[in-house]
């Protein structure tokens, strides 16, 4: 695929980019790198392939589902400034 200074200069333009007549030349060159690449990789034979999820497929290790922590709610809602019903209270900022 081609690109143009009139596709660069449309793409500074959605972009909100004040490009120079050299750093435009130069995005042109980058598009162009980038749009080979994609031809490339697309002209590769992937017939036979299963798709992955993740480029390697491992497990995540998880670790046991207990309780390592005490329940110290109380002793943390006595530092509050307000507090009910076990929830802490604050003032109110949006009407």
């Known amino acids: 695929m081609s690109v143009s200074s ?3 200069a449309y793409i500074a333009h959605l972009a909100r980019l004040h490009l120079s007549e050299d750093e435009s030349e130069k995005a042109a060159d980058n598009f162009r790198n980038i749009l080979a690449l994609i031809d490339q990789m697309q002209a590769a034979d992937t017939k036979g392939l299963q798709p992955l ?3 390697i497929e491992t497990s995540q290790p998880l670790r046991e589902d207990k309780v390592t922590e005490s329940n110290q709610r ?3 809602q006595k530092l509050a400034p307000k507090s009910e019903a076990g929830l802490y209270l604050v003032p109110k900022v949006i009407e």
Do not use: G, P, V
């Open 6 to 8: 009139s596709d660069i």
């Open 53 to 55: 999820s993740h480029a």
């Open 74 to 76: 109380d002793t943390l």
